[in-house]
């Protein structure tokens, strides 16, 4: 399995947001895209996983799944900053209206819904869920297809290291299976988790193949 992402474009009136991005994937890869907040990453992800238009192309083994939506829903699973969650229903709830019982069960019992912990708390309400467990809870929904492409977008800013490490967890596991995760992020400390990193900064997207200390990186981010 591989993924092409080309070409992809975006502007708010004369205010050009994305310039001509363009990165690539492999099976089993984990690749990040670092930038600081407001450099663009929530409307790239946005755009390569339909939930906004622009241009450019996003090509899965040869086909477009940018002009393919139904088999976009089945390859991509994309988790938001904000949770998609319904803060009236509990864990379990918000997970039935994407599982059947039988697959919920079965992986809240050994599967990745217990890897990320949420068998911990499944009857729980969602309003009355930390950050950290919102988090899990919607990658959970992430998944129930069994996608074979994440795209995150900062799924654990502000999260303690514990939450962290449960996330990760997943995230290694399903690059070991053969998943391809693309990471949103402006936490250095993530980057060990990547193959590849890309710096999106100024409507551009560049490989970053210089050291990963925190001085390198923070200047290569910089405007200045």
């Known amino acids: 399995m591989n993924i092409e992402i080309t ?7 004369k205010k050009e ?23 663009g990453k929530s409307t790239l992800f946005s755009i390569v996983t339909g939930l906004q238009k622009g ?10 799944l940018l002009h393919n939506p139904s ?17 009236e229903l509990t864990a379990r709830d918000n997970l039935r209206l994407w599982y059947s019982k039988n697959d919920m069960l079965r992986s809240l019992e050994c599967g990745f819904l217990k890897l990320l912990g949420i068998d911990e708390f499944i009857d729980l309400a969602v ?27 900062e799924p654990c800013a502000a999260l303690d290291l514990p939450c962290k490490e449960r996330i990760y967890a997943y995230l290694r596991e399903f690059v070991a299976g053969g998943g391809i995760v693309v990471l ?10 990547c193959d590849d990193v890309y710096v999106l900064k100024n409507g551009a997207l560049s490989l970053y193949e210089g050291s990963r200390d925190i001085k390198s990186l923070v200047g290569q981010m910089s405007h200045e």
Do not use: W
């Not at 241009?55 to 477009?64: P, V």
């Open 71 to 87: 088999l976009r829903a089945k390859k991509v699973g994309f988790v938001p900053q904000s949770p998609p969650l319904l803060g």
């Open 127 to 153: 309003s009355k869920m930390s950050g950290g467990m919102k988090k899990r809870l919607a990658i959970g929904c992430a998944i129930s297809h069994q996608p074979e492409i994440l795209f995150l977008d």
């Open 55 to 64: 241009e450019g192309a996003f090509m899965y083994n040869g086909t477009d």
């Open 184 to 193: 949103a992020t402006h936490d250095i400390y993530e980057l060990v988790l």
């Open 7 to 13: 070409g992809v474009s975006k502007s708010f009136g």
């Open 17 to 39: 947001v994305l310039k001509n991005l363009s990165f690539s994937a492999r099976g089993g890869q984990f690749v990040g895209i670092l930038g600081e907040n407001g450099s």
